[in-house]
Structures are given as structure tokens and as C-alpha cells.
């Protein structure tokens, strides 16, 4: 059924069609209206049997996931950026369990500073996790790999990641088309686990590994995410099959059948990406689009099928390194190992600043004729970061550096962004 | 693709205007997309919600910097904040005011736009006759709806009844409406008075 | 050394006694026991967890018929009951991490309850226990143990106390007692060892939560210890028993001195023994023969800085103030001696 709803209301109806049995939470912006949209749904009975836990910590939330996975129910939870972090202990240990939790990441910045708009560096710190992770361009996308989620975490027995930009897509009210419970049904099998806790065949879990063995454990994770290189493009047709469009999958190209550059980004803004490439196009510039869907199994041949072919690729990320610089450029890098082109990372977007077609426009303008440096921040302000740089030098104490920034920028203005 | 920004403060219910668009357009048989300028909730305080329409799906994300209409739910922001930026020269602006424009002091700021399409309603003052409480936002949709024609007025009342029931939906509807007959009259008037 | 062995009356509720009926003896004293932490783990010898956790699962088992599950911390427990490759847990066991047993248990208590509820039953029979050591309860498990009394979830949390980080080679916990050496409370300087501070009473802050059963228990009465695990299984919600198990390795103490160590604890006062259901203390035992703290401290080296010449005579004695003090707070003793005697009840309400 067509909808006109919240992105985060979507995610909460499609996470109920999913029929979870425990949904354990804690707030934090900007993933609060789903956890709100699924407990009202238990909470009025309409998404029944399932325990809605209201926990004190998002470090009990993943915890409490982890005791009710392993006893063999359909467990779900949703964080971002600090939350994450808080988890994060018990993130590496549900999958280090092998525990099929599904879990939405509103994707948003990580402080010092405080910030809770969106970028992706908190799923970013996670990937080596082992967690399965898989980014949406939209609401539509949002909610049908929640669907196709729960069955590929259950069926590797791997927790996994579904990442949606914070406000931009969370907040957004879209067209959506809600499936039936029916069709979720026929879809999504009942979970059958691979381990439980079961006084008629009690088991231990979680004993310590040495170094006898640790390894072979660690490998047999890749192994899994290995096998989920295969399985994504394999759900996301059998989703295609049964509910009539294209979601999930390894990556989506657009346009990059003859493009000479070609840009690879992940999440929301590759819509954006879409419109600066068709008027781009329109002027003749021979440019495509790689979207990357799962970040984790990082699709290796199918990346590097996409852009062996291109003069250039750059890669656009709303993530950073610090040190170093790109992260999803790190990967893409591997990709393309031995083939000679010109790469370049664009960082955008950190902490919820905006990206515009406009501005997409020009820095593609500068890469297509190759006068981008290797690394660069799409709309730096480089007066004021020179101004805080100038000023550490010339004085020791030189006070908090955000604080400075935003005396710099003048008064905060309530002016349109 | 029309593009619609909606200026008022925290409280007021511009987030749920720019939503209500979006569900008037999608039962239309339209593409909608309605968000805030996201930021921590804040009574009082400067917000932004925008809407985009078009027939076809609608894939830009970033803020309406250019837009064609422009709601202004809050008066006093027309002084405070840049509320015009960016709007095309033959955009559409409603401005909840019981002033006419040209005792809102805004000359200046409005010269280089189509004087036919910026008009005032007392959203404010009909609401508080209509709904008991200064919640301006549904009673501007009624005047959107007059001043721009791109959504009918059947269309906001039947969003507003999805987002609201009972008695709140209904006098929400009357004040829309109330609003609707007022900007459409100012209009005529308009025509027939020579400027 | 010898050690003065009593031969008890007949009829008593010694451990043991063959002479009782069937019912009334313990369950360690039965062939069929569980024996749910199974010989062949790594603990220590003398280890007073091992025998608090054999003693409270055995209990459990027998009052849940065997339906229940364990979630357990990380730490001396968790570490020598399954050494890799084995285990030797005889029921369904999980360990996550070490801060989070509690909300493992309120996760595994919501995942059976949902599973009852689609087989129609109203709710679970099988149970759930979640333990661990004192440092995973007091310190770092804190937040995650008030979260599932705040929630009443239905898990008893078994803490066993042993007032230290001793897995990692002696460290200090909140729940190590004021004077006492571990590895970051050296015996050095003026103030040797721990510091004396406010002190965690955890089973106090558990009753602050009015949840429906507290109770304290010592590896030195296991018929107490087996009695309050079962009272426990009875009720529905979340349960805290918190079990005083000395470590001879940690303490510095005689491993054949575990049992009398713990009963020193009780009888010195140091460690009152009762229970408490909705945030007010319902029994406690009674010390039979009162001792001095000084025969408590100094069995154990981690306090033998107190002694000697010239020791630390002033340290014992504010120790001394704080047995004292559980004594009147507790009403320990039945006869109340001058100075010792019982204040009101926990709860505030006077006694009778």
C-alpha cells in the first residue's frame, strides 16, 4: 500500500512486519521516532507477542539483544553515533557470538563536538566489527532491506548494520510502498537458530577462545560475509521476485557505461549525486555514479568491475580518517588495485552539512579536468580553520578550538541554510 | 518541480505544514518530499521545513535554496532572519500578518518580486477564532492554496484530516478554509482596484 | 595443623545429616544433585566462588526442576568454569561481556516470555540467573543491575563477593573492605591498603529499589544459602542475592580456611546475613558467638600490615566501629549488649 509517511515511521512498520520478539531501545537522536513508531505498535498490541525494553543505556540495549538472540528470538535495536560507540563492546561481541540482531544505524556524527546531524562516521567505526552493513538511498530502500535483513542475518547467523542517513532520510517524509503482512510472511520465515539456550540441550556460550583457536573463529566470520557476497545479490532478486522492485543488492550503477569519471558514494546523497550527473551529462560530460548498498562484505569484484574502466573515480564520503583521510577510498582503493587511474576523495557533508547539486557541480567540473588535489573538503572554509591555526601559533593558550570556530563565524544566524 | 519553504518558530507546527503538503500532493497522484532543518527541538526558536513537488520521483536532497513559494508563519521573522533568500523573482509569498504588506515595512526586501504574488492572511487571528489556540500552520495551507493554486483546497482539508481527528481535524479544516475565501476575495480585489 | 572437629545431636540440620528425612536435607547432600558446576574446572583450591556458585545453581536447579538458563560475567567464574576447549556448566550458560550480565538476563527472561506466550502459556517456566563476581556487579555492571531492578525484570542476580578484581591478579573493586592490600591498594605509607570510603552496599541499594527479594548469604551456611535460592525462585521479578565467598589466593588465606572465614564474617559482624523483600529487612541470622574483627583480619595476609609492631592498632579499631555498626543497624544480636543496641528497621519504621 502507497504511503506518504516519515522515513523513520516506514522502518518502524516494516520492522513490525518483520514480526520481531524483542525490540530493546534507548533514545538518541535521530533514530527516536522509530523506536516511538514500534512501541506504540506493541504497545497497542497490534505488533503482538513481542517485549518492548526500555533500557538504560544503549550498552544494555545491545546487551539485552545479545541474551535474547541467543535464546532464539527475532531481536531488534536501533542507535547512532554516541550510542554506537557506547555499544561498541557488545557490537564486536554479537557478532564474535554469531547472534543475527538487526540493527538500524540512524547514521549520524560522532563528537567532540557535540553534533547530531548526519554523516557516517559512526558506522564507519564499526565496519571491522563483523557486523554485516548495509547503506539505503531512501526511505523505500530503508525499509525494504530491513525486510530483506532479517533474512540474511539469520541465515549467515550474522548481526547486521542497515545505515540511513540521520534527519535527511530518518526525518523525510516520502512515498513509500508499505507491503502487506502477507507478502512479509511468505518473504521472512520464522527464525530457526543455530544456537540456543535450551534447558533440553543446554550449551555453553561464550567461552574463552585461546590461541589455539581464535583465529580459525575470527576467519570463519569473513568466511560468512564472504558468503554474503553471494547472498545479497541473491535476496535482493528473490525481494524483487516477491515484491516487485529493486532494492538492497552489492551496488547500483548509474550511467557509467562509457563515463570516463565516475563517482562512488554511499547512502542519501547519491540522489543528489543523480541530478548533478544528468545535467552534467546534458553538457556532454561522459560521468556515471557507483552507489555502494553493502558496505560490509565490501563488494571487491563488483567495484572494481564498475570502474576499472574510467579515467577517474572519485570517491564521495561523508566519513573521514583523521590522519589519513578517505575511508570508503581506502576500500575502493583495494578495488582497483593495479589499474592506473586517477582517484581522488572528496570528504562532504561532515557533521550534517549540507551538500548541494550546485556545489557537486563544480568540484566535479574541477575533476573532470583532473585540477581536484587528492584529497579535498567540498566547501572548507579555509579562512577560519587558517585563522584557528594562525592563532594556535601565536599563543599557547589559545582556548577551545569549536568555541573559536563559531566567534569566528559571527553571530549564529537564523538565516535559510 | 515546485519548491516550498516554510519560515515560523518552534512550536508553531511548520514541520506538520510542510508534511500536510507533502500528503496533499501524494493524494494527488504527486511525488512529495517534506523535511525539516533538522535541529535539536526548541520551542521559540527560527525553524525551516521545506516540501518539494513534482511528478516525477524526486531525487535532490538538499535544502530549498531556491524557492518558488515561501510561507511565512512568524512575522516578526521578517526582520531577524533572510526569509527571501535565494526566492525566484516570480515566486509566490504568503505571510501570516493582520497587516496588509505594505505596513509590514518589508518594500525594500520584496522590490525585486512580482507584487501579484505576495500577499498577507491573517492566519494567527483565524485560527484563534477557528481552533482556540495561535497554531497558524493548516490555516496557511488554505491560503497556499488560494494564492498558488498548485494544491486544492479539498486536497489540504483531506491531508488535514489524516494528520488530525475529530473536532481538532474539523476546525483545523474550517480555518484552512476561512483563509482560502480570504486570499482568493484579497485577490479578486486586487484585480479590480488599479494598484 | 589440627582444627577441632564438633560431632553434632542427631536431628540437627547439619549438612549432611543422613538422619533427616529426605526433604529436609540439602541438596548438596543428595546424590542426584546437579552438580551444575561439574569437577575438572580451574578455580583454585579453597575457591569460595566455586562453592557459592556450585551451592546457589545445584539450588536453583532443584527448585526450577532443571528449566533454567545462566548468563554470567566475565571473571574468576566465568574464566576457570570453562577453560577452552571445555566447560563445565550442566545447563544452558552464556557469557557476553563483563559489565552486562544483568541485561544479558533481562534479554534471555524477554526472549522466553515471548516464546511462552506463542505457546499460550501465560508465562515461562523456565527461569533465568544471572552472576557474577563483585567487581561485575559493583562497578562496571552497575548501571546495567539497577536498570533490570528498575525494570523489575524477572532474573535473580547472583553476586558472589569475594571484594576484588581477582581474576586480573588482585585489584581493588568498590566492594573491597577499607584497609585491605590488593595490587592497586598497596600496603604502603601511612594509610596501608584500601582507603576507608562510603563503601557500596549493594544489597542496600537493591532494597532501595524495593525490589521483591534481597538476600546475603556466606559459603559457611549452605542450608541458609540453598533456602534463600529457592524462597528466591518462588517469586517473580528481579531478585538480588549477594554471597560472601572468600578467595585464598586474593585474601592471603589458608584454602582449607574458606568456610571458616565466611563464618567469622557472620559472627564478627563484618558481613550481616539477612533478607529483605520490598525494601524492608524481613530476617536476618543472629550471631551465635560474637568474635572481635581481629579474629576475622588476621587469618588473612591481605591485612597483616594491621598487625605486628607496631601495626596499625587504630585501623582495627575503626574497623571494630563498623561491625559494631552493622550489628545495631542489622540487630545482629539477640541479646543486645551495651552500645550494640538495635537501631530501627531498614526501612525507617521503628521496631517493635
Known sequence: MMKQIEGSEAVAEAVALCRPEVICAYPISPQTHIVEGIGALVKSGALSPCAFINVESEFAAMSVAIGSSATGARTYTATASQGLLLMAEAVYNASGLGLPIVMTVANRAIGAPINIWNDHSDSMSQRDSGWLQLFAESNQEALDIHIQAFKLAEELSMPIMVCMDGFILTHAYERVAMPSQEEVDAFLPPYEPRQVLDPDEPVSIGAMVGPEAFMEVRYLAHAKQTMALERIPEIAAEFEAAFGRKAGGLVRRYRTEDAETIVVALGSVVGTLEEAIDAMRDRDVKIGLLSIRSFRPFPLTAVREALQHAKRVVVLEKAFSVGLGGVVSTDVRLALSGIQLHGYTVVAGLGGRSITKDSLERMLADAVQDKLEPLTFLDLDWGIVNRQLAREASIRKSGPIAENLLRDLGTVQAKAP | MLQIRIHGRGGQGVVTAAELLSVAAFEQGRHAQAFPSFGSERTGAPVVAFCRIDERPIRLREPILAPDVLLVQDPTLLHQVDVFQGLRSDGYVLINSHRSLGDLGIGELTDRFDKARLITVPATAIALQYLGRPMPNAVMLGGFAALTGFLSIDAVAHAITGKFTGEVAMRNIEGAREAYALVNERLSHRGEIPA | ?352
Open chain 3, 1 to 352: 595443623m589440627t582444627q577441632q572437629v564438633k560431632f553434632y545431636q542427631t536431628g540437627t540440620f547439619t549438612v549432611g545429616n543422613r538422619l533427616l528425612s529426605p526433604e529436609e536435607r540439602t541438596v548438596q547432600a543428595s546424590i542426584n544433585r546437579n552438580n551444575s558446576l561439574n569437577s575438572g574446572h580451574r578455580a583454585c583450591q579453597g575457591c569460595g566462588e566455586a562453592l557459592g556458585a556450585r551451592y546457589a545453581v545445584d539450588a536453583a536447579m532443584r527448585a526450577t526442576g532443571g528449566r533454567l538458563v545462566a548468563a554470567n560475567a566475565t571473571g574468576c567464574l566465568e574464566v576457570f568454569s570453562t577453560p577452552y576447549p571445555e566447560s563445565s556448566w550442566q545447563l544452558p550458560w552464556l557469557h557476553s561481556l563483563f559489565g552486562n550480565a544483568a541485561a544479558v538476563g533481562t534479554g534471555i527472561a524477554a526472549a522466553l516470555q515471548v516464546k511462552a506466550q506463542k505457546a499460550g502459556k501465560a508465562q515461562s517456566d523456565i527461569r533465568v540467573i544471572a552472576q557474577g563476581g563483585d567487581g561485575g556487579t559493583t562497578d562496571i555492571g552497575f548501571g546495567c543491575l539497577s536498570g533490570m531492578f528498575e525494570r523489575n525484570d524477572d532474573v535473580l542476580y547472583i553476586c558472589y563477593d569475594n571484594e576484588g578484581y581477582m581474576n586480573t591478579g588482585v585489584q581493588r573493586s568498590s566492594a573491597t573492605p577499607p584497609a585491605a592490600r590488593t595490587g592497586t591498594t598497596q600496603a604502603l605509607g601511612e594509610a596501608p591498603g584500601a582507603p576507608f570510603g562510603q563503601g557500596k552496599n549493594v544489597p542496600l541499594i537493591a532494597m532501595a529499589h524495593q525490589i521483591p527479594y534481597v538476600a546475603t548469604a556466606t559459603v559457611a551456611d549452605l542450608r541458609d544459602l540453598e533456602t534463600k535460592v529457592e524462597k528466591a525462585m518462588t517469586i517473580r521479578g528481579a531478585r538480588y542475592l549477594h554471597i560472601f565467598v572468600p578467595c585464598p589466593l586474593g585474601w592471603g588465606s589458608a584454602s582449607r580456611d574458606t568456610i571458616k572465614i565466611a563464618r567469622l564474617a557472620r559472627e564478627t559482624g563484618i558481613f550481616p546475613v539477612f533478607e529483605a523483600e520490598n525494601g524492608a529487612v524481613t530476617d536476618v541470622t543472629r550471631i551465635r558467638h560474637r568474635v572481635p574483627v581481629e579474629a576475622y583480619l588476621r587469618p588473612q595476609k591481605r591485612f597483616a600490615h594491621l598487625f605486628g609492631d607496631p601495626g596499625h592498632p587504630e585501623t582495627v579499631a575503626r574497623i571494630q566501629a563498623g561491625a559494631d555498626r552493622n550489628i545495631k543497624r542489622f540487630g545482629l544480636l539477640d541479646a543486645a549488649e551495651p552500645g550494640l543496641e538495635p537501631l530501627g528497621r531498614l526501612d525507617g519504621s521503628p521496631r517493635p
